[in-house]
């Protein structure tokens, strides 16, 4: 009876989970939904979590979103481990369009020199995703993000015209954007 008991007690102690994977924005952690919600329901201190993560993002600039995978132990602790912002993210920073094309092989949403994409490319080597990864496959690897997101890698750009152009493609995504919600009423009114 007491080999039943104790061996109860190990297997109690074992959790078999997988690593959550989430997507919170550096230095903005708090309590409430939806972060609160999916670390409650697996036994982890909210309060402290937030805390912690809030410390070791306190370098980053607020707001940038970072994948992070929170392994959960029998004693309800975690490890708690941050990575690099994706790709898509550092594109859209350097090229200074705040979203793609929708058609991506008719329209050009922006632009990237070949500097921009270096410079990426030395950041995201610090990933886990790409350790022992040459140089030159993580700048393919940002180069074909930025075609599936519209925007062309040039060798230089000229300021003064790159100004005009995010100008008018401002103009674009605005109209764009009320197509999308005509149509989006349209089919409401349709449904109601």
């Known amino acids: 009876m007491s080999k039943l008991k104790s061996g109860k007690k190990v297997v109690e102690k074992v959790i078999h989970s997988t690593p959550m994977q989430l997507w919170i924005s550096a230095g903005l952690a708090h309590p409430g939904p939806p972060l609160g919600p999916q670390l409650g329901q697996r036994g982890i201190n909210i309060a402290q979590f937030c805390k912690d993560f809030n ?10 979103p970072l994948p992070c995978n929170i392994s959960i132990n029998a004693d309800r602790s975690y490890n708690l ?52 990864v040459p140089l030159n496959k993580i700048c393919e690897d940002i180069i074909e993000s930025a075609k599936t997101c519209g925007i062309k890698v040039v060798y230089k ?3 003064e015209w790159y100004k005009e152009f995010l100008i008018e493609r401002q103009k674009i995504v605005e109209q764009q954007l009320k197509e999308l919600d005509e149509k989006r009423q349209a089919k409401m009114l349709r449904t109601g």
């Open 55 to 64: 410390e070791r993002t306190k370098d980053v600039k607020p707001g940038v």
């Open 81 to 132: 481990t941050i990575r690099v912002p994706p790709l898509t993210y550092f594109i859209r920073q350097a090229s200074g369009c705040e979203r793609g094309a929708i058609i991506p092989s008719t329209e050009t949403a922006g632009y990237l020199s070949v500097k921009h994409v270096y410079e990426i490319a030395k950041v995201k080597s610090a990933d886990p995703i790409y350790d022992c």
């Open 157 to 159: 750009l000229d300021n």
